[in-house]
């Protein structure tokens, strides 16, 4: 998503800063009480706003992108004032994101083998 809104408005500058799963696992406790990294809520993901702002969490980050780049909606003839759109997509959103999550957690959860403790070590 960040690199199509950068792409539109090429005021955006969309630097995407990662690490190998591996090295963030061992070095995310270290970083986690850095609200710099962490943000507010010392949890990922987190959006850093013309270097002055810090969002956490996915569902406002999202919702913050959209708002600010005409992505959350159109009016239309049957919905014609902006509070309620917005009232509508706040329903849907955390309900579709639950879904994703739900599914995720449902087949992590089948894949454990509750009795051998060196499985559960493994996979998490």
């Known amino acids: 998503m960040l690199e199509d809104i950068s792409y539109t408005h090429k005021n955006v500058d969309c630097k995407e800063n ?3 799963l591996e090295k963030a696992a061992q070095s995310w406790p270290l970083r ?9 809520f010392h949890q990922l993901p987190v959006l ?3 270097h002055t702002q810090i969002f956490g969490q996915t569902l406002p980050v999202g ?13 239309t003839s049957s919905i014609d004032d902006k509070d309620l759109l917005h009232g509508y997509i706040d329903g849907v959103v955390p309900c579709a994101y639950t879904d994703v999550i739900f599914n995720i957690l449902q087949c992590i959860w089948t894949m454990i083998d ?11």
């Open 114 to 124: 509750f009795v051998d403790e060196k499985k559960i070590r493994r996979i998490f």
């Open 32 to 40: 986690k009480n850095d609200d710099t990294i962490s943000g507010p």
């Open 18 to 20: 990662f690490e190998l």
């Open 63 to 75: 919702q913050l992108l959209a708002r600010k780049f005409d992505l959350y909606g159109k009016l």
């Open 48 to 50: 850093h706003w013309n």
